[in-house]
């Protein structure tokens, strides 16, 4: 393999040393490289977010970003979420309101949830549209992955981060 | 009572942590990595077929070709669940695009790419046809020589005196309704990984199908069942696209060509689209009724385009293509015919609500151009002609459980379809609309469980039915515990695995709960039974007085004599005790004249929304829609009401959006951007959801029923604002645009 480089990934909170060619997708470093299978390959043209990763706390699709890209950036996957066996209020929430089917979206779904929820002081419909409109769910949960955001939207107001 | 409870999906927390192995997530050492060469054109000869250059290419270990099926030992190239009409890899002729003509295991993907560029193929273009009903006609070119006209079957329902029925009838309307090919795009890809060892194939598959898979595979390879074992992950979404079999045989051979190392092949998004689609479907559609309502007559023709092969085509139109475009209806006389064409595009398969979406599209929105034309409210002529129970469908079978009328009167009653509203002036006008269906599940099948009790309290459900997001382990589990009295929570569900548990048809058709729960409630008699007779003489009382309970036995009418079942196993020397269940169902129409069972059981589900259209740019908003279905006897209340909203989630996008663009064959979409589905964005303001529960129905599987009425509800809706109606699918403002400015 040409052009092989090291990258330094910060990842759930752990930096990883990977060989890579800059070209490598992240996805496929986070995946194949670092076993981390929560992220998950739809469309491979950053449209239906089943790939969907924080990256300094914003959801990006890793599908479109090179290893090259993200070379000491802090990366956060549904794996580095919650800690310790207890789950994140999110993923908590995603359960209590039956908020997937097949869940091949769910960690997408949650990542773009977690984003929203720490930068979004006022969930309005345009906020919940514009965070969650980028993640695709075909078996069509929408209406619970809603209630889901929303219940834990009103949790965080009551007092919990 | 396990059942009529809404608990979480037994691997919640693995779902939600992303820990659910899919397909893709299965590691195995030495894994190779496949991939497909396709061809580029709709119908072409093979003139010649280098493979030569790609296998120069380091890490490039096997490339398959159709000169491999000429070796001795080798498989058939040809396979099909109903005729023999595929090749697992082009041989000589290619007929659409995206055909495999070759496949190549290497190393690594990019040595497989690098491959897959360098094998030289040289095409001769051929004459090619798309549309079922151009390719019908008998000088259009042929897709398979052996099939002039590409009519590969036609099947006929006959029911009553058509032409007494027209007669009778005070009015004829006849029109034509088309629906385009459309993608499943399930968010996993399709993917398989295939092993051979000593003889003896092991294919891991996200398929629908696992012994079908099987099936198959042995027939192929010309080996014992046995010799095949079939395991299957959860599935991110199926919707039957992953249903019967799609690139298992393509993988296994690559892989016995291979030798011993597991090859993997998982499909890029672009290739879904190639890879199987909803009919093409042309269907016109004539009804006879009088001045007050009643329907006297129907006649349907429905051409439905199949693509290159037949795949499950042929066994859907003896039954589905007919039964599925009538309607629920009491009709005196009901003729359909139904052909199944051959064309130049790729196989087109199963598809969530499989030709009811199709059928009810079109005899729904026929219903509501009826009553227009009668100046009838579309509801009180569909009350007049609904099934009602003991009414006889046009297949000759009595009707017992039906709920039509009921679902679409709640349906209506939702958006208040009695309420006067404001239909609007200026550039945005408002309607309603509303539409009913009526679908078989499959009329002749089995499913078989095994259940195992462990001597350390824990029961077994052994089970083919596939887990692809509905829930079906879990409304199985909840089964199996009610059935038993044993604890959910002890309930641990085993398989898909061929070398694992028994025989089962399929996870499609809506069957599994309904199906694989009656095997359940057998298996669990049984298992009852031997309990009894095992417990009874350790209490020294007759069988018939034990009763299974919790996690033991005890004496009717004495609950303080009891005994643990792991100490009924240790006093008769037993690890566990184990009973089987069989469930089948028997039926299949008369091939001349559609007369006989279609169904053991009829899915019933209703829709009715409120629109709003705006004239200047014909764009529709969905303002409130109601899915109303007979659910019979429901397991798991939560998992029903995320079915019901995804069907009608799907069903918005069919209706709306969804259509893969072909241009001589080429698909122009096949990427998820120019294929859109639906997102939360796209939702209706209002979405409601109605279960009809009947605690002493049949239990009914519901992840298809109010499917299909959405697109005809919709469009309904919109003839209703704007007084435009929308025969061909989807339903683009383009097209609501055109059709208001006179085009």
């Not at chain 2, 009901?334 to 199944?340: F, K, L, N, Q, T």
């Not at chain 2, 002609?385 to 046009?394: A, Q, T």
């Not at chain 2, 959910?488 to 709960?513: H, K, M, N």
Request: charge should be negative; hydrophobic fraction near 40%; proline fraction near 7%.
């Amino acid at each position: 393999m040409a052009n092989r480089e090291r990258f330094a990934l910060h990842v759930n909170g752990q930096i990883h040393v990977v060989e890579a060619e800059p070209t490598r997708r992240l996805l496929d470093v986070l995946r194949a490289d670092l076993g981390l299978t929560s992220v998950r390959e739809g469309c491979g043209i950053g449209v239906c977010g089943a790939c969907t990763v924080l990256m300094g706390g914003r959801p990006v699709s890793s599908c479109l970003l090179l290893v090259s890209q993200v070379h000491h950036q802090e990366i956060v996957t549904v794996e580095g979420l919650g800690g310790n066996g207890v789950l994140h209020p999110v993923q908590q929430a995603f359960i209590e309101h039956f908020a997937f089917q097949c869940a091949y979206c769910t960690p997408g779904f949650i990542l773009s949830t977690v984003a929203m929820l720490e930068k979004e002081p006022d969930l309005d419909e345009q906020v919940l549209g514009e965070y969650l409109s980028g993640n695709l769910c075909r078996c069509g949960s929408y209406l619970h992955i809603l209630k889901a955001v929303r219940t834990v939207a009103r949790g965080r107001q009551h007092g919990f981060s | 009572m396990a059942i009529g409870r809404s608990v979480p999906v037994r691997d919640a927390e693995a779902r939600v942590r992303g820990a659910v192995a899919y397909l893709a997530d299965l590691r195995l050492p030495g894994m190779l990595t496949a991939k497909i060469v396709r061809s580029p054109f709709p119908h072409a000869r093979i003139r010649h077929l280098d493979p030569r250059p790609a296998l120069r290419i380091p890490g490039v270990v096997a490339i398959l070709t159709a000169e491999d099926f000429n070796r001795p030992g080798a498989p058939r190239l040809f396979y099909g669940v109903d005729r023999k009409d595929q090749p697992v890899v082009a041989r000589d002729r290619v007929r659409y695009v995206g055909e495999p003509v070759a496949a190549i295991a290497a190393e690594t993907p990019e040595a497989a790419e690098e491959a897959a560029q360098a094998i030289e193929v040289e095409y001769e273009e051929l004459p090619a046809v798309f549309d079922p009903l151009t390719a019908a006609k008998p000088e259009a070119p042929r897709v398979h020589e052996d099939c002039p006209g590409n009519v590969f079957l036609h099947t006929r329902l006959r029911h009553g005196d058509l032409e007494a029925g027209f007669a009778a009838a005070d009015l004829i309307v006849e029109e034509t309704y088309t629906t385009p090919p459309a993608c499943h795009a399930a968010l996993e890809p399709h993917g398989v990984i295939a092993q051979w060892a000593d003889g003896r194939l092991t294919v891991w598959s996200a398929t629908q199908a696992p012994f079908v898979v099987q099936e198959t595979l042995a027939e192929l390879f010309g080996l014992p069942r046995e010799a095949v074992r079939v395991i299957v992950p959860p599935l991110g979404g199926g919707y039957g696209g992953k249903g019967y079999v799609r690139l298992e045989p393509l993988t296994a051979v690559l892989a016995w060509k291979v030798g011993g190392r597991p090859v993997r092949l998982i499909l890029e998004r672009s290739e879904e689209f190639v890879t199987l689609t909803r009919h093409a479907a042309w269907i016109r559609i004539r009804t006879g009724v009088r001045r007050d309502g009643t329907l006297t007559a129907r006649q349907v023709e429905v051409y439905w385009g199949a693509g290159a092969y037949a795949d499950i085509t042929p066994r859907l139109l003896r039954s589905a293509g007919l039964v599925r475009v009538v309607g629920p209806y009491r009709i005196p006389a009901v003729h359909v015919d139904a052909y199944g064409v051959y064309t130049n595009l790729p196989p087109a398969g199963p598809f969530r609500g499989t030709m009811s979406f199709e059928g009810a599209w079109a005899y729904e929105s026929h219903m509501d151009t009826i009553a227009h034309a009668l100046g009838m409210d579309p509801l009180e002529l569909r009350r007049r002609n609904l099934l009602r129970p003991g009414d006889r469908f046009c297949t000759g079978e009595v009707i017992e459980e039906a709920f039509f009328w009921e679902c679409l009167e709640a349906a209506a009653r939702h958006v208040g379809w009695d309420q006067p509203y404001e239909k609007g002036e200026g550039m945005r006008r408002r309607g309603r609309g509303l539409a009913v269906m009526m679908k078989s599940t499959l009329p002749r099948s089995r499913s078989e469980c095994r259940l195992v009790l462990r001597a350390d309290g824990v029961l077994e459900l052994h089970t083919g039915t596939v887990e692809m997001g509905q829930g079906a382990h879990t409304a199985l589990a909840q089964i199996a515990a009610a059935e038993t009295e044993i604890p959910l929570e002890r309930v641990q569900v085993i398989g898909p695995d061929t070398a694992q548990v028994p025989y089962d048809a399929t996870t499609s058709a809506s069957r599994a709960t309904s199906m694989m729960g009656a095997a359940i409630r057998e298996a669990a008699a049984r298992l009852k039974e031997e309990m009894r007779r095992r417990a009874a003489p350790l209490l020294e009382v007759d069988p018939e007085e034990l009763i299974l309970q919790g996690a033991g036995v005890t004496l009717r009418g004495r609950p303080e004599v009891w005994i643990a079942w792991e100490e009924v196993l240790r006093r008769h020397g037993l690890e566990a005790l184990e009973a089987h269940g069989v469930f089948e169902t028997q039926g299949g129409l008369d091939p001349e004249t559609g007369q006989g069972i279609a169904s053991p059981h009829w899915h019933q589900g209703a829709g009715a929304c409120e629109v709003e259209v705006d004239i200047e740019t014909g764009k529709v908003r969905i303002l409130r829609y109601c899915a109303a279905a007979y659910a019979g006897r429901v397991i798991n209340p939560a998992l029903a009401t995320l079915q019901n909203e995804g069907n009608m989630v799907f069903g918005l996008g069919q209706a709306l959006m969804e259509q893969i663009f072909f241009d001589q064959g080429q698909p122009l979409n096949a990427n998820m951007s120019d294929y859109q589905i639906p997102s939360l964005r796209d939702l209706p303001e209002v979405l409601e959801s109605v279960l009809l529960e009947s605690p002493e129905g049949s239990i009914h599987g519901l992840g298809e029923m109010t499917l299909p009425p959405v697109a005809p509800a919709i469009a309904n809706a919109i003839f209703d604002a704007v007084g435009v109606r929308i025969r061909d699918l989807p339903i683009t403002p383009e097209k609501i645009w055109r059709a208001l400015h006179g085009e």
